[in-house]
């Protein structure tokens, strides 16, 4: 079995089925943590390095969360507008003086391949955050987890399944790194759902190729998809050459509980890597599918927290001795419940 | 007796006696942790989402502070401009996720309602840290806890006390709520002194007559008051239609030691929400009452942390178990002297 | 010798021979637990409150890692946009309230004096994070603490030693901190080597001369210096009358292997308060230092949070339990072989 201790996660590239299963293993167990059923002081006393030179609320505060839940503490930075990264200061400077600050750092940064960069200069295991255009490799792993763990509800499993993706392939990073993701299972259908400007870019076809995966490629959702996941991203109307060219698109990508009965399985899976937009005039999943048990958008979000705590467990070499540090939850909670 | 656990803090109007009565009873049970005669780990492990979409530096980190003096962590947020909210995301998207991040949400939120809306998609209880101009209902409890604890240290009580409220009682979101939760009283005499233009609404005027109490409209400070509490708020000139009509009450609501002899007894308490402006022209309290005793202004700062501690132990439902978890303060402090 | 319990740290000047010697001993006694070898929980349940009314993300992130190594809890704030203090509030009223929210305080400050201001109106001890071009005794005290470190490696000491302080001597802040450290000592040799428009104030070399330590002042780096320590500031190019003035010494103040090779001793420690510029053009450290065994800039970084766990537990009285709080680490790290 593969062994992250003391690596980084900088890249879904650098996962194979092994590793992948190991860390769906340890995030099965963070589940009673999450959900108070117990808890563990495991990394009582372990600093965090919660470091987002870009903002973003909900990444940061699940990385957060997920070193809260192991016992540990968290030291963080949100935005770089006065860092000293912007007064000409090294990336590897930077990560020199900031991670001997932390046990382990979780990086957010706008520029591609910056995390990668700072892991160089690092003393201790840096998770990526999401570097730009590049890499979010935690997200792709949520989503995945949350795959197999609802698909697994169904009796079903990764391997032979079908999954459409909808909305804009071309610039939306979570896909790509999906995609990658399932070149290491077997038999699986995609179909690919996106505006002509905005397909699935050719690198990412060429990886579900080699995988030997089948795949079809439509303009629009039309007719009945036998899809077990329906992979929804949104589409921003700034991608198309002329907000003429947004509109022949307008509300062709948008999916509701009427439109889902149209094209889908009663069972389809419908999956978002969040935020949604909830305007009127979003090309996004409506609120009124909130109510449809299939709706998993919400159950990726609490994966993500379970991915996270096991990504910090394996990269701290902690992931066989959680338990040993259980306690119990003394306080009210309705988490178990949910 | 009233039962909080799991239940949202969202308004004033949501309490009745016997509440207030037991979080007053849980707050006092805090003094000995706030002044660092000893400290409690009963929320060792739990997680206090703390999320500011407004920046109110004193309110968050009151909360945070009595959070972690109850032993827990604490996550955090502090301003909007890049959340998703900003992006279309609904609240209750917004609180699906983040409330799942912790065990119990103090939010504060620019507009009127957000925080009850955002109640709604919360999995776990939510403490309304003030929602724009309509509620702020830890601030009025703390305020309440003030004056009952200032006027028992006088041998006196709420039921038939006098008190006089001086600035804005239009805007003052203080003033409004304090005044509701005083229907909850009996007999108290309100001495009511504003500019006629930024007089107590019409709504509030009803709940206090409604409650049997008596009132006193004036329109500057002047005579003799036998109040036991002078509560006084900001005028901001820019309330005024013009600066013309503000000029004309510059300084006549400012308060300083001089005026307060001629016009209130030698126990009248002195409170105030803060910040004060302490620029010389400001409609405030002026810095030469530091030296007198019966300012209150940065006790009632201190019982906002008490208030704050008995919210979270009630709604996790810990209240009865606090002292199970009392370890020695190892440290030196002189807060227990103060 | 000298006690700093209970006490603020303000100022360089308010040290002596004694209490430098404590504070050193102390931070010698804290890496063991900066490396990971073992863990203390000696301050558990204390609250640090780190206010940062200007940011800066590494001092800031410095004085909350060295809290929750010794166990503590972190309230901070970075930024002073939104606060009272821009509404009027007074720095006095500031403190009353926020130092009743901690234990101790850490606080920056964009203005000179600020900190003993604040200091004034605190109930917990206060320790300078830096205000304005005044005052950031923490950094004078690492870079001192690393010049000893770094002297003691070689056999040598401070008394005796011959310091080259290259660059901008006018505005920056932490040459003069550091030679006014040195005057508690010995016999120092001082090359000082400035642009004319930037050489060290008068102010200060009257504190070298009156300590008894010899000086030279130099316009430019040449000719072989003996140095036991070198260190280097930025000079930032808009401190010079015009850029014609700028362009003369563009380069004249810069350090590569090339030119220490040539200037220096193989022993000579480089040394550097960073952030340093890596840009091509400064008048920096170039990044063909790092292989240097004797660049002691992160060493210096690393001994900042040995310094301020070293204050905390100092000011907090309890440098002589520590070890009665020790437990195991028992998470994987490299850190104590670095």
Chains 1, 2, 3 share one sequence.
Request: glycine content about 8%; charged content about 25%; overall charge neutral.
């Amino acid at each position: 079995m593969s062994n992250l201790k003391g690596k980084h996660i900088l890249s879904v590239n650098q996962f194979d089925a092994g590793m992948i299963k190991q860390i769906f293993h340890v995030a099965d167990q963070m589940a009673p943590y999450a959900h108070r059923k117990k808890r563990t002081r495991v990394l009582d006393g372990a600093i965090l390095g919660n470091l987002f030179f870009e903002p973003s609320t909900r990444t940061r505060v699940s990385f957060g969360t997920a070193f809260n839940l192991l016992g540990g503490h968290v030291r963080e930075t949100a935005g770089m507008a006065n860092s000293a990264l912007s007064k000409g200061e090294s990336l590897y400077d930077t990560a020199r003086v900031l991670s001997s600050y932390s046990d382990v750092v979780a990086m957010r940064h706008p520029d591609s391949g910056s995390v990668a960069e700072f892991a160089e200069g690092s003393r201790v295991p840096v998770i990526n955050g999401g570097d730009g255009a590049n890499e979010h490799p935690t997200q792709a792993l949520l989503d995945l987890y949350t795959i197999e763990k609802e698909l697994h509800s169904h009796g079903d499993k990764i391997d032979g399944m079908h999954i459409a993706m909808i909305g804009d392939l071309k610039y939306g990073r979570t896909v790509h790194s999906l995609s990658k993701l399932l070149s290491l299972y077997k038999n699986i259908r995609f179909t690919l759902i996106a505006p002509k400007e905005l397909a699935m870019p050719a690198s990412v076809m060429d990886i579900i190729d080699k995988a030997g995966h089948q795949f079809t490629i439509r303009e629009k959702l039309e007719g009945n998809l036998d899809a077990d996941i329906c992979y929804q991203t949104r589409i921003q109307e700034e991608r198309f050459s002329s907000q003429q060219e947004a509109n022949l698109y307008r509300g062709k990508f948008r999916l509701n509980q009427q439109i889902y009965t149209q094209h889908f399985q009663s069972k389809t899976v419908i999956m978002h890597p969040l935020p949604r937009d909830s305007r009127a005039d979003a090309n996004e999943l409506d609120n009124d599918l909130n109510l449809n048990p299939n709706l998993a958008i919400f159950r990726q979000a609490d994966n993500g927290v379970l991915v996270r705590m096991a990504l910090f467990a394996l990269t701290l070499g902690v992931e066989n001795i959680i338990s040993d540090y259980d306690c119990p939850v003394q306080w009210y909670s309705r988490k178990g419940e949910q």
